[in-house]
């Protein structure tokens, strides 16, 4: 899968400090600053690739793909656990700024 975000000063297994954000309020997975300005609904898309296997993506609100399942899967019920185990994890997934 991959999945990209950033957050400076954060380390591995630690949210950061208020100070390493420059006092930019933290967003949770999903969370938007002002809910009535920017409306980012994601969804996850479920599709059949070249080699006949199935694949995930999650796409935003504005249709820019913010991840995928980055394997084929064989039967389309592993691909949704797939999902579902991504879904399960993201809430609570640390971040690990690997840029120090």
């Known amino acids: 899968m991959s999945?990209?975000?950033s957050v400076i000063?954060?380390?591995r297994g630690q949210w950061p400090s208020e100070d390493a954000c420059d006092g930019r309020e933290l967003l949770t997975f999903g969370?938007?600053?002002d809910m009535e300005e920017t409306t980012m609904a994601a969804e996850f898309e479920v599709y059949k690739?070249?080699?006949n296997e199935y694949r995930w993506r999650l796409q935003a609100g504005n249709n820019e793909e913010v991840a995928d399942s980055g394997e084929g899967y064989k039967t389309k019920n592993s691909c949704l656990k797939g999902i579902e185990v991504v879904k399960r994890i993201a809430a609570t997934a640390p971040i690990n700024d690997l840029t120090d």
């Open 3 to 5: 999945v990209s975000s």
């Open 49 to 51: 690739d070249k080699a």
């Open 9 to 11: 000063g954060a380390k």
């Open 31 to 33: 969370e938007s600053r």
